[in-house]
């Protein structure tokens, strides 16, 4: 080729539940970007118990955003980190000031929005387990870990999220109606938005890989973990 090609900036969004973390760890297994999610940033600094964690769970626990200035200036600055590399964000932007803002630091190549229904979601999520350290998520339907409450990586035990408590899983999908369904019209008038609607993850996941092979080479050594 020669010539080296343009880091791709892209944004993956949708309702809590819809799979972003799920649907983000199998793009890295195919395409070298890094992830970086919102969520696992805030968790990192809740479980360190950091200025930004302990104003983090006030909002968190009551299914609320965090303020729009905090959010911000905690992930520009890990993207400082990534200049040189490609990388994939999850759970940012999550409003139009948040989206704003990145604007004024990067251009947004493509946003990829998982549409999926919120019956679907209220469901999944209560069935929800991680791995706090690594991010890693399984679920007890549809991908339960091998030993049952452990991670299948570190052995370590898995904790249930304290914000999937239904009654905040609904306060959440108020506020992602409310602050960042307006953020998808944002990226859709910039003609960057690429929707994916479904209601399975493993239905949803061959077109977003066709989708990304037009932007990035798959470096994956094996391609039967396209299916995974
Ligand atoms: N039943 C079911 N659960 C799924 C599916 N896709 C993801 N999940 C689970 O649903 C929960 C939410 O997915 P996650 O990737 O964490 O969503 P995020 O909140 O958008 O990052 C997790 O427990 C996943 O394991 C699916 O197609 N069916
Ligand atoms: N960009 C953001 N702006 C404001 N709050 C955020 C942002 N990202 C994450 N949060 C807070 O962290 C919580 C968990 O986020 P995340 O792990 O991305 O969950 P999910 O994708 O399941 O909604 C959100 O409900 C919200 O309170």
Not at 107 to 126: A, C, G, N, S
Not at 139 to 158: Q, V, W
Not at 178 to 197: C, E, H, I, M
Request: a positive charge.
């Amino acid at each position: 080729m020669g010539v080296r090609a343009r880091l791709l900036r892209a944004v993956i969004m949708g309702p809590p539940g819809s799979g972003k973390g799920t649907v983000s760890s199998r793009i890295v297994k195919h395409f070298a970007l890094k992830h970086l999610s919102s969520g696992d940033l805030l968790r990192d600094n809740m479980q360190r118990h950091t200025g930004v964690g302990v104003v983090a769970k006030t909002y968190i626990d009551r299914g609320q955003l965090i303020p729009d200035d905090i959010m911000t200036q905690l992930v520009l600055r890990e993207l400082k980190n990534l200049e040189q590399y490609s990388w994939l964000l999850d759970g940012f932007p999550r409003t139009v000031p948040q989206a704003e803002a990145l604007d004024k630091t990067c251009q947004i190549d493509t946003v990829i929005d998982l549409d999926v229904p919120f019956e679907t979601i209220k469901q999944r999520l209560t069935a929800r387990w991680i791995h706090p350290t690594s991010g890693r998520v399984y679920n007890l339907e549809f991908n339960p870990p091998k030993i049952h409450g452990t991670d299948d990586i570190t052995g370590e035990p898995l904790v249930q999220r304290d914000d999937d408590k239904p009654e905040t899983v609904t306060k959440r999908l108020q506020s992602y109606e409310a602050q960042t369904k307006p953020v998808l019209d944002y990226y859709r008038k910039k003609g960057v938005l690429k929707s994916f609607s479904g209601t399975e993850t493993n239905k949803i996941w061959p077109h977003v890989y066709a989708f990304l092979q037009t932007k990035l080479p798959d470096v994956s050594q094996n391609e039967a973990a396209m299916q995974r």
